[in-house]
Each structure stands twice: as structure tokens, then as C-alpha cells.
């Protein structure tokens, strides 16, 4: 297993099922131990975890802090399953990559964010296919069991980049 802050080891030859990661701005140890518990109960599947500035160091889960984002999007288009907090990053990258996201929330009331504007995220995607989420980390083991058996499909991929339509409708009105 790499160490907590050694990128290289951890990333390189990366095939990994299973892709988590707490974003890049604030730790999030309440996703990191469930994921990592869930990992010690199914060694065969290989789990990463970006885990960003967090004081949880994974046990059964391989591990790197951060990563170019090159890598990242990479490793989510690569991944059976991506797990992630509630972030717009995440649910973008998601749905850029067509892999299937599962969400926990960061909640105000446990100190992860000054606010819960994650748990008003995930009931606002809910419906869109291919964005799961549970709303409390004990949760978290069941769901990833469900979606890799098959209970949950992918979001349908679009482009990073806008439509050509939408560009010219922007022209178009910018222009008069």
C-alpha cells in the first residue's frame, strides 16, 4: 500500500473498481473510513482513495492525497464505480466520464462544510440517472454493494466542451 502522500506508487498502473475521492478543498475522514471499511471487507476489489488533507489514513484501501487532474479524470473514466462527496466537481466529472456515481454528502452539523448545500445537491439530482447518493456513511457499504451487482446504471456521457448551437446562440445575442 503507498503511502498517504505518495501519488506515484499509488496512481501508476492504477485498475482500480473502485475510485473515491473527498475533492480537493476540505477533508472528509467520515467518507474515507466507510469507504476504507468497506474495502476491508472485500479485499479482492481494488479501492483508492483520493482523501485530500484528511487526518484518516486508509487501512485496506490504497490511498493518495491528490493528483493532476489530468489523472483524476482518468481514473474516473476508468473506475466500475466513483464515489465521492456531493460536490459539483464530482457530479460533472461523472457525468462527462458516463460512470456511475455514488454520493455522501458533507453535513454542516459534523463540521465537514460551513453549510449543507451537498444534501440540497443530491435530492436536486436524485432523479438523473446514474446519480446515486446515501445520505449517512453507514449506508455507504449496502449502495456500493447494489451498484456493482448491477442495481444502478451509468449517466448518460456529455461533452466538456458547448454545443456548437449554444455557442452560436450565445454569439448571437452577445452580438445584438
Known sequence: ???AGDTRDAVLGFGAVIFVSVGSMMPFDR???AADEWA???PATDVLIQLGNGKH??????????MPPGEYRR?????ELFVAHAGMGSIISAIQAG???LMLPRRADLGEHNNDHQLATVRNVANRPGLHHVEREDQLGGAI?????????APAPISPYASPELI?????????
Not at 481514473?75 to 473506475?79: G, K, N, S
Not at 454493494?145 to 446504471?153: H, I, K, M, Q
Open 168 to 176: 452560436a446562440a450565445v454569439r448571437g445575442f452577445v452580438q445584438g
Open 31 to 33: 467518507l474515507v473510513r
Open 1 to 3: 500500500m503507498a503511502a
Open 75 to 79: 481514473l474516473v473514466e476508468t473506475a
Open 40 to 42: 476491508a471487507a472485500h
Open 99 to 101: 460512470r456511475p456515481l
Open 57 to 66: 489514513l486508509p487501512a485496506h484501501a490504497r490511498q493518495v492525497r491528490l
Open 145 to 153: 454493494d447494489r451498484l456493482l451487482a448491477g442495481g444502478g446504471e
